[in-house]
């Protein structure tokens, strides 16, 4: 019995491990590990890959990426055979298609849906145009140069008459007159290269009154002078007035025993010029009459004493 169940079960795990060959031999699973990324392709017989990293970013690698730098995305498998063949479908990778086929991306009979000429060839296309612009415009340069030279030899042939030598005198240097410095203008004869000079005069000083200070009766005014070119200034002196007499004027009547005083003064600042006394309006000094009343009354006291005298006797 022991015997029996051992066969059996040799039997069955030889059957087991022929089921395994079979399916190896009819389907192999290959794991490939990117270096930046976890995700991984499966790989079945026939070269279709079913599963790409960035099958979710096709669109992206379209609109920013060349037809050969989706190819190198293909083969850092990012990209599945059923997305490869969409890109091509939508354009890309046109000119890739042969090599896809051969490397097991795509199957053999499959066909582009539609065309679209690769980034290479529209590069080669647009890069032909300039060269026939350069060979033009090197061409159109080339030509006034040619020209120029002819035109010269016989620009010096010709001997130039006295009337073209007089008409070429140009202005090619100017300096302006100063209001105290002469200014010049330098002319070039642009046939013979000769140079000749003429001056300006000078315009001098355009003065304007800008500032004045009023003399007095005792003191000097000013003029202050501005020139409206040159700003240049000077100052003209105002010779003082001097004083203009007025009428005499009583400042003090005069009294019987007392002086009065009267004066002079300056129509124009009303300074005093001069000044007098006015006499009392009595000739007599004030003492004096004085002294004569007490002489008087004196006179007058004797004389009624020997009156009364002589009626006593």
């Not at 354009?91 to 490397?103: P, S």
């Not at 009267?262 to 004085?290: F, N, R, S, W």
């Not at 006291?301 to 009364?308: Q, S």
Request: contains cysteine.
């Amino acid at each position: 019995m022991k015997n029996k169940i051992k066969k059996y079960a040799a039997i069955g795990t030889i059957a087991i491990m022929g089921l395994l060959l079979a399916n190896t031999a009819v389907e192999k699973t290959v794991t490939l590990i990117s270096d930046t990324d976890t995700s991984c392709v499966t790989v079945y017989s026939g070269g279709e890959k079913t599963v790409g990293r960035c099958d979710n970013e096709y669109k992206l690698a379209e609109k920013y990426e060349t037809d050969a730098e989706i190819y190198e995305d293909i083969q850092d498998n990012q990209f599945s055979t059923p997305i490869i063949e969409t890109m091509i479908n939508d354009g890309y990778l046109l000119g890739y298609v042969d090599q896809l086929k051969a490397e097991g991306w795509i199957p053999q009979d499959f066909t582009p849906a539609g065309s679209k000429p690769s980034s290479t060839a529209q590069t080669e296309t647009k890069a032909e145009p300039p060269a026939d612009n350069q060979a033009s415009s090197s061409e159109t340069k080339e030509q006034p140069k040619t020209e120029t030279k002819t035109e010269t030899k016989t620009e010096t042939k010709a001997e130039p008459t006295q009337e073209e030598i007089d008409a070429a005198w140009e202005e090619t240097e100017r300096t302006e007159a100063t209001c105290t410095e002469d200014g010049k203008i330098v002319y070039t004869n642009s046939i013979t290269g000769d140079t000749k000079e003429e001056s300006i005069p000078a315009a001098g000083h355009d003065y304007e009154v800008t500032e004045t200070a009023d003399a007095t009766c005792t003191e000097d005014g000013t003029n202050t002078y501005t020139c409206k070119v040159c700003g240049d200034t000077y100052e003209e002196a105002i010779p003082a007035t001097g004083h203009t007499e007025g009428e005499w004027k009583v400042t003090k009547e005069a009294g019987l025993f007392s002086t009065g005083s009267k004066e002079v003064t300056c129509e124009k600042c009303g300074e005093v010029l001069d000044a007098e006394e006015i006499p009392q309006t009595c000739p007599l000094p004030l003492a004096v009459v004085i002294g004569v009343v007490v002489a008087v009354v004196v006179i007058i006291g004797a004389i009624v004493v020997l009156v009364r005298r002589r009626k006593n006797i």
